[in-house]
């Protein structure tokens, strides 16, 4: 748990929530996968993604042979919102803590799971690929190369887990763009090249 968001009353979120949802996994690593803000399940435990959307990313996550403990996994914002609704105020308020987990980080590869996240991130960088501000649907399932403070990476989106549970269809663009995942954590090192 970070220090800080464990007493931070910034945005009036704490109020209502159980715990603060800080990230978690590899503080260190160079890969981080960002995604809304906490649900039910993540409130109660204070963990991100440890109810169904959290056994999916699992499950794709074993696909490619990433191991959960080796990224880091965290979200954008870090109290729980009435009935699950994302305010940009929220993001707005949180992204401090964001922005120093990312800085601890550094990442190389960003991966953004739903809308929140990927507009946070294309709001706060240069893409020449993307121009103007695009929805995940027409943006998830690419890899961009992207200039941001840290410097230059690449940022795959992706749809939400949840969102995904909701449409099979999803899933399998979930699928395929972890495939996308995997050649690029291959290239980079971070996982043995398929045979
Ligand atoms: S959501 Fe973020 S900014 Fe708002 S109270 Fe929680 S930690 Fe603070």
Redesign the pocket.
């Known amino acids: 748990m970070n220090p800080l ?1 464990s007493r ?7 109020q209502q929530a159980t715990n ?1 949802v800080w990230g978690q996994g590899n503080e260190k690593s160079r890969v981080v996968f960002i995604g809304e803000a906490p649900g039910k399940e993540e409130d109660l435990r204070g963990l991100p993604f440890c109810g169904r959307s959290g056994a999916l990313l699992d499950q794709l996550f074993a696909e490619i042979g990433l191991k959960r403990e080796a990224v880091r996994i965290t979200n954008t ?3 729980r919102p009435p009935e699950n609704r994302i305010d940009d105020r ?1 993001v707005d ?2 992204e401090d ?1 964001l922005c120093q987990e990312l800085g601890l980080c550094r990442p190389q590869v960003i991966v953004t799971l739903g809308a929140t996240a990927s507009t946070w991130l294309q709001n706060r960088t240069q893409c020449e690929a993307l121009g103007k501000v695009a929805t995940v649907s027409r943006i998830q399932g690419q890899a961009y190369e992207i200039m941001t403070l840290l410097g230059r990476m690449i940022w795959i989106p992706m749809y939400h887990p949840a969102a995904a549970l909701r449409d099979p269809a999803r899933v399998n663009d979930m699928h395929n763009t972890f495939q996308i995942l995997h050649d690029f954590l291959c290239r980079l090192g971070k996982l043995p090249m398929p045979v």
């Open positions: 968001c931070c009353t910034t945005c009036g979120l704490y603060y914002i870090r109290c929220y308020c949180c803590f």
